[in-house]
């Protein structure tokens, strides 16, 4: 495998995939909603990222937020939006399907595989949940798929850097293994030499505050948490940039 290191900034508007792109990014990974941890993006967004973009763009299909374990509804708004991916002008999708027990679920992973074909296929961190790890990567390689992404099966990549070692010898050049959760510029050097992985993913993100100037204190429009509704976080050029230079 070459010695270069491949970046996907995982992003969720526009803004923040031309913001990755400007920041030095190989490729982008385009989702919605990572308050919930990703869900598949809209049509619109989807289209208007797609013009935007020079670089690779892969889409997240996951159709709801929790676990990975979908019923044949869930699994039929994967596929349909898998078609729409490759419709759109999508590179490649990235999918993570579990059965109850935490094996990869084996049979609808292939169907999905071969549905988006060409397409890449990374599979996501439905890894990290997976009950065998070492057993489920052999599963993945027999699938065909072109990437995994995890953390370690931890929190974060930094602190799973044991087993993302032992996946990447694992893997033997068979599947390239992509170190993501809680990649910072402070951590990324760190994370590539224990691991030796050649793929890094983070959403390289910071503060932006809100333009509004009037601000109704007494609602929010989140859950039983209330969230900062006057600001938020987004993909940052130069965020993507100094990852970029911790790596060299």
Known sequence: MSNQITFEACVDSVA??????EGGADRV????????????????????????LTIPLHLLIRPRGGDFCYTDDEFAVMRLDIEQARTLGADGVVLGLLHPDGSIDRERTATLVEHAHPLS?????????????HHSLDTLIDLG???????????TALAGVALIADLVQQADDRIPIMAGGGVTEENAAEIITHTHVRELHATAREPIASRMQYRNPRCTMGGALPPEEFTW??????????ILQAIG
Do not use: N, W, Y
Not at 31 to 47: N, R, S, V, Y
Not at 121 to 133: E, G, K, L, Q
């Open 121 to 133: 296929i990374t599979f996501h961190r439905a890894f990290d949940m997976a009950r065998d790890p």
């Open 16 to 21: 923040a995939a031309v913001a990755a792109q």
């Open 29 to 52: 990974e385009l989702c919605a909603d990572l308050i919930e941890g990703g869900i598949t993006p809209g049509t619109g967004t989807i289209q208007l990222v797609r013009s935007r």
């Open 233 to 242: 976080k987004t993909t940052s050029a130069d965020k993507v940039s100094a």
């Open 145 to 155: 798929i072109d990437r995994l992404l995890t953390s370690g099966q931890e929190a």
